[in-house]
C-alpha cells in the first residue's frame, strides 16, 4: 500500500511539473536581450528565475546593468483582434483591461479576461490615477501635465510595484525585497501590504524622512544602509538570492521596465488617443524613460498611433550620468548629489535603454540645477495647485530651461510627466517658507480692523 502511495505521488509530482511548464511554454510573450537580442521563452527565464540575459548578462556593482531583458509579445496577432475605436474605450489607471499586453496568466471568462488567481477586489485596491490629465498654462502656453501624485502610494513607482506584486501573487511568491531612494520602496511596501505580502527594502541613511516613515507606516522591513543608492541596490541583490526573496531592482527585474511601460497606455487612453509632441521625463535609473518609450513603440506596432513623441530626459546637474553619456557616448561614474534623491544615481543601471529612447524619439537631455528644481517646484504648487516632490518638479525644471529652443516650437504640445507628491519630501517644501507668527483671537481681530 506504501509503495503503491508513493508510486502515486510521484507520478503525480511529475505530472504537475509537466503542467506547470506547459503552461508557461505556452506563455503569450518571451524574452528579449537589449544587448544581445537573444530570445527566451517564459519558461526559460521564470523558471529559476533569471533576471538579466542568462547569455550576456551582467551585474557590477556601481555600473549599468549588461543584459536588460525586455518582454515582448506577439504584436501582429493582437492587431488583427483590437480596433482603435474600442480600445480607446478603455478607463485609465486599470491595466488589466488588457491583460494580452501583460506578462501575466489570465482566463477567459463570461465578461472576457480575467486575471487568474487575482480578484476584483484585490484589483480595486490597485487602481492609479484614473484622471492623470491635468491642463494648464505656463507663460501665454497650454501645457499637459501626467499627474502621478495621486496613484496609491502617490507615486509614479506603483506602476512597477503593482506588475511585480500581481506576478508574486501569480507565482505563489510571498517575499519581495528591493533597493531604492524612496518611492520604489514606499510603494513596494504599500502594495505588498495591501496584497498580504512581506516587503524587504534597503535604503540609504539619507532618504527623506517622510518616506522613511511611509515604509515603515506600511509595516515593511527596512534596512537602512550606511551608504549610497547604488551600494543598497548591489546590497539588495546579495541578500536577496541568499534568502530567495523575489526582487523588484529597477532594471534588474524586466517587470519594472514593463509596469512602467502602463504611462504610456494610460497617457493615450487619457487623452482620447491624442498624445503630446513632446514629454519631458525626470530621469535618474532610467527605467521610467525606457518604460514609457516601450509603451509608445507597443502602441505604434499595435497600431494604434503613428508617431512617438520626442522623449526629453531630465536630471539634476548632481546626477547627470545620462546627459553626459548621450553627450560623449560614455559612462563615466561620478558621485550624485542632488536634493532631487529620486533621480539620484551614480551608475543609472537602465542607462544604455534610456539613452535608446532619447536618440529613437529625436529627443534630448538637459540638466537642471536644485535652485531651479525648487523653483519650479515652487511654480507647480502656487500656479497650478500641484505639490510635488524635488524630482518630480524637474520635469518643469527642464522645460522652463529649453523655453527658446528650436527643438519647442510654439505649435507644439508639451507634456511634464509629475512623478511623486510633494509631501514625501517634506524639508524640501520648506525651503523659502517661514514659520507664520501665532497671535490670539484678539490681536488677529486688531489686525483686521
Same mark, same amino acid.
Given at each position: ?161 503593482? #506588475?511585480?506584486? @500581481?506576478?508574486? &501573487?501569480?507565482?505563489?511568491? *510571498?517575499? +519581495? !525585497?528591493?533597493?531604492?531612494? =524612496?518611492?520604489? $520602496? ?112 507597443? #502602441?505604434?506596432? @499595435?497600431?494604434? &498611433?503613428?508617431?512617438?513623441? *520626442?522623449? +526629453? !530626459?531630465?536630471?539634476?546637474? =548632481?546626477?547627470? $550620468? ?112 517661514? #514659520? ?14
Amino acid at each position: 500500500m506504501f509503495f503503491v502511495t508513493f508510486v502515486n505521488f510521484v507520478l503525480n509530482f511529475f505530472k504537475n511539473i509537466h503542467f506547470l511548464t506547459n503552461k508557461l511554454m505556452m506563455a503569450h510573450y518571451r524574452y528579449t536581450c537589449f544587448d544581445c537580442k537573444k530570445q527566451y521563452s517564459a519558461a526559460d527565464i521564470e523558471h529559476k528565475p533569471h533576471y538579466l540575459c542568462p547569455s550576456c548578462g551582467a551585474h557590477q556593482p556601481s555600473e549599468p546593468l549588461r543584459g536588460v531583458l525586455l518582454i515582448e509579445y506577439d504584436y501582429e496577432s493582437i492587431r488583427k483582434k483590437i480596433k482603435r475605436e474600442d480600445f480607446l474605450k478603455l478607463p485609465a489607471g486599470q491595466i488589466w483591461r488588457y491583460p494580452y499586453l501583460w506578462p501575466l496568466r489570465f482566463e477567459q471568462d463570461h465578461d472576457g479576461y480575467s486575471l487568474e488567481h487575482i480578484s476584483e477586489r484585490v484589483l480595486g485596491r490597485l487602481m492609479l490615477n484614473p484622471h492623470p490629465i491635468v491642463r494648464c498654462e505656463y507663460k501665454m502656453r497650454d501645457l499637459s501635465i501626467f499627474d502621478c501624485t495621486r496613484n496609491p502610494t502617490l507615486s509614479f513607482k506603483d506602476r512597477a510595484s503593482i #506588475l511585480v506584486a @500581481l506576478k508574486a &501573487i501569480q507565482s505563489k511568491i *510571498k517575499q +519581495i !525585497a528591493a533597493a531604492s531612494t =524612496g518611492n520604489a $520602496a514606499s510603494s513596494l511596501a504599500g502594495i505588498c501590504a495591501s496584497l498580504g505580502l512581506e516587503a524587504h527594502l534597503f535604503v540609504p541613511e539619507t532618504i527623506p524622512e517622510a518616506k522613511r516613515i511611509q515604509i515603515q507606516a506600511y509595516g515593511a522591513n527596512i534596512y537602512l544602509v550606511k551608504g549610497t543608492y547604488d551600494q543598497a541596490f548591489d546590497l539588495s541583490i546579495n541578500i536577496s538570492d541568499r534568502n530567495r526573496w523575489y526582487n523588484r531592482n529597477t532594471a534588474f527585474n524586466p517587470l519594472t521596465i514593463e509596469g512602467k511601460k502602463s504611462a504610456a497606455y494610460d497617457m493615450f487612453l487619457a487623452t482620447k488617443g491624442s498624445l503630446p509632441d513632446i514629454v519631458f521625463i525626470p530621469v535618474g535609473d532610467g527605467v521610467i524613460i525606457s518604460g514609457i518609450y516601450k509603451g509608445f513603440h507597443e #502602441l505604434q506596432s @499595435l497600431g494604434l &498611433i503613428e508617431h512617438i513623441p *520626442k522623449l +526629453i !530626459a531630465v536630471q539634476a546637474e =548632481g546626477s547627470d $550620468a545620462l546627459v553626459r553619456y548621450l553627450k560623449h557616448n560614455l559612462f563615466e561614474s561620478r558621485p550624485a548629489l542632488t536634493i532631487a534623491d529620486s533621480i539620484c544615481a551614480q551608475a543609472p543601471r537602465n542607462l544604455y535603454m534610456a539613452a535608446e529612447a532619447v536618440r529613437k524619439t529625436g529627443g534630448n537631455a538637459v540638466s537642471v540645477s536644485d535652485q531651479e528644481i525648487i523653483e519650479a517646484q515652487r511654480i507647480l504648487a502656487r500656479e497650478f495647485g500641484i505639490l510635488a516632490e524635488p524630482a518630480a518638479s524637474a520635469a518643469l525644471a527642464g522645460y522652463v530651461k529649453m523655453q527658446g529652443n528650436d527643438e519647442l516650437e510654439d505649435e507644439n504640445h508639451v507634456m511634464l510627466l509629475i512623478s511623486g507628491h510633494g509631501l514625501k519630501d517634506f524639508e524640501s517644501l520648506k525651503t523659502g517658507i517661514e #514659520l507664520p507668527e501665532a497671535r490670539t483671537p484678539d490681536e488677529w481681530k486688531s489686525v483686521f480692523k
